[in-house]
C-alpha cells in the first residue's frame, strides 16, 4: 500500500472524529464512557487519564456505530452468530439466553438440599407473615427456553432428567409453601392459545403472554388474599407483523445493519384498567428479575396491586421513594417495608431460579428469627453495597465490571461485587 493511501486511511476517520459534533454511538446494551475525563496531575501521573482517555476515544469515534452494525451483521449472516453477551440463534430466526436454554434441559441444576433449606426458610417467613395478615407467595414463571424448546439448535437438545422447575415446584408442595406454577400453565396455553406467548427476537414473554401473566397473577392473588382488586381488560387485540413493546429486545441489542423479517404475528391487546371504588387495591411487594417489567410497564402497580413496589432483583426500587434519586433495597428498613404490603410476592423466570429471590427469604428469614445477627450483618455489608451502587451509576466504572465480567464468565452482578469488595478494601485487586 503507498505511504499517502495509508496516511488517507488514517486521516479520514480521525477528521471525522474531530468535526463531527455528536461522535455517540447509537447502539443497545453496550456501556458507553458518557463524559470526557478530566486530566489533572494526579490523573496524568496515576496513569488514569490515559486509560479513561483512550477509553472515551474508542467510544466516540466517527465510524464506531457502523463498525459495530457491520461486524455484527456478517457475523450474524455468515456464521448466524449473535454478538449479544450470553445469547445465542435458535432454529427458524429464534433467539435465545444461552443460560435459559441450560435451564429447559436441566443443565444448571443446583442441589436440592438448596432448594428444599431456601424453601423450608420461606415456609417459616411465610407462617410469620400470616400472623400479621401478610401473604407470602412464590411465583415460578415460564423461559423462553422452556417454552420454545422446539426452535432450539439440536446440539443443546438431550433427554430430560429433572429441571430447577421441577424441584421447587416439588419442594413447594412439600413445605406448603403458597406458589403459582406459571410455567406448566403457560405450557397448558400453548396447546390452545390463538398469540404467540414467546416472540421470536424477544428475551421475554410476548406483550400478549405479558397480558396473561398479569390477568393470571392478579386472581391468583384475589384468592390468595381473599380481597378482591381490579382486573385487567380488553376487548380489542390488534395483530401485527411487526414486534412492539419488548418483543423485540434482544434484535435491538443485536445492533445489526439491517434488521431481518420478523416473520410472527403478534398480538397486542389493547389493555385497560377495571374502574371499581368498592375493590380493594391490595398492596403487593414484589421482588422479580426482568419478566416482571411487562407488567410494570402495564401500571399494575398504580392500577392493581395498591401503589406498591417491584424491587428488581432485590435491588433497585422501582417507583423510587425519593423522586429523582436512585434508590436501592438495602438502603431501606426490610421489616418496615415488608409489613407495609399485604402481599409479599418474588416472581422469577426458569433461568434464574438458582438465584431465587437474591437472597431476599434468607434476610426475612433472619431478620425474623435471630434480629440481632440480621442487624450486626446488614452493617457490615452496607459499606460493600454503597459501593456497588457507585459502581452501578458510574458509566466508566460499569464498564470496567462489565469488561470483567465477560473476559471472566461471571455474571454482570458478581463482578460489581467484587468490585466494590476490592474499593471497600476487604479484598484485593
Known amino acids: 500500500m503507498p505511504v499517502w493511501l495509508a496516511f488517507v486511511a488514517i486521516l479520514i476517520p480521525l477528521l471525522a472524529t474531530i468535526l463531527k459534533k455528536d461522535n455517540k454511538p447509537d447502539l443497545t446494551g453496550i456501556v458507553i464512557s458518557e463524559e470526557k475525563p ?3 496531575r494526579q490523573s496524568w501521573f496515576d496513569g488514569t487519564y490515559q486509560d479513561e482517555r483512550e477509553d472515551y476515544n474508542s467510544d466516540h469515534w466517527a465510524f464506531r456505530e ?19 453477551n450470553g445469547f445465542v440463534a435458535g432454529k427458524d430466526d429464534y433467539v435465545f439466553s444461552e443460560n435459559y436454554i441450560f435451564s429447559a434441559f436441566g443443565d444448571d441444576l443446583i ?43 439440536d446440539k443443546y437438545q438431550h433427554p430430560i432428567k429433572t429441571t430447577n422447575h421441577a424441584v421447587f415446584v416439588s419442594n413447594s408442595k412439600k413445605f406448603n409453601v403458597n406458589h403459582l406454577d406459571l410455567l406448566t400453565y403457560f405450557e397448558k396455553l400453548k396447546l390452545t392459545t390463538p398469540y ?36 385487567l381488560l380488553w376487548s380489542k387485540i390488534e395483530v401485527v407483523d411487526t414486534a412492539r413493546s419488548r418483543d423485540a429486545d434482544v434484535l435491538k441489542s443485536m445492533n445489526l445493519k439491517f434488521n431481518p423479517p420478523q416473520g410472527l404475528k403478534l398480538a397486542y391487546p389493547q389493555i385497560e384498567w377495571e374502574q371499581d371504588s368498592t375493590k380493594n387495591k391490595v398492596r403487593v411487594l414484589t421482588i422479580s428479575d426482568s419478566y416482571f417489567y411487562d407488567q ?15 424491587w428488581y432483583y432485590y435491588n433497585k426500587v422501582i417507583p423510587s421513594p425519593k423522586p429523582g434519586e436512585k434508590v436501592e433495597a438495602w438502603e ?6 415488608i409489613e407495609s404490603n399485604q402481599v409479599i410476592m418474588l416472581l422469577y423466570s426458569d433461568g434464574n431460579l438458582p438465584k431465587f429471590g437474591n437472597n431476599f427469604i434468607q434476610d426475612a428469614y433472619e431478620l425474623y428469627t435471630s434480629p440481632k445477627t440480621y442487624s450486626a450483618r446488614v452493617v457490615v455489608n452496607k459499606q460493600i453495597q454503597e459501593y456497588a451502587k457507585q459502581i452501578r451509576n458510574t458509566p466508566l466504572l460499569l464498564k470496567k465490571s462489565t469488561n470483567y465480567s465477560k473476559i471472566n464468565q461471571l455474571t454482570l452482578d458478581s463482578a460489581i461485587k467484587r468490585d466494590a469488595m476490592i474499593m471497600a478494601g476487604f479484598i484485593k485487586n
Open 296 to 310: 410494570v410497564y402495564m401500571q399494575i402497580l398504580q392500577n392493581s396491586f395498591g401503589n406498591g413496589q417491584f
Open 66 to 84: 457502523s463498525m459495530v452494525r457491520w461486524n455484527n451483521q456478517l457475523y450474524y449472516k455468515l456464521f448466524n452468530q449473535l454478538r449479544v
Open 332 to 337: 431501606l428498613d426490610l421489616k418496615t417495608e
Open 196 to 231: 404467540p406467548l414467546f416472540p421470536k427476537f424477544g428475551h421475554h414473554w410476548s406483550y400478549y403472554g405479558a397480558c396473561i401473566a398479569a390477568d393470571t397473577l392478579i386472581k391468583h392473588i384475589e384468592k390468595l388474599h381473599g380481597k378482591p382488586m381490579p382486573r
Open 111 to 153: 442441589p436440592e438440599s438448596e432448594i428444599s433449606e431456601l424453601l423450608r426458610k420461606a415456609k417459616v417467613v411465610q407462617d410469620t407473615l400470616k400472623k400479621k395478615n401478610i401473604d407470602l407467595l412464590l411465583v415460578y414463571a415460564p423461559g423462553k427456553g422452556s417454552y420454545c424448546k422446539e426452535y432450539i439448535q
Open 38 to 40: 478530566e486530566l489533572s
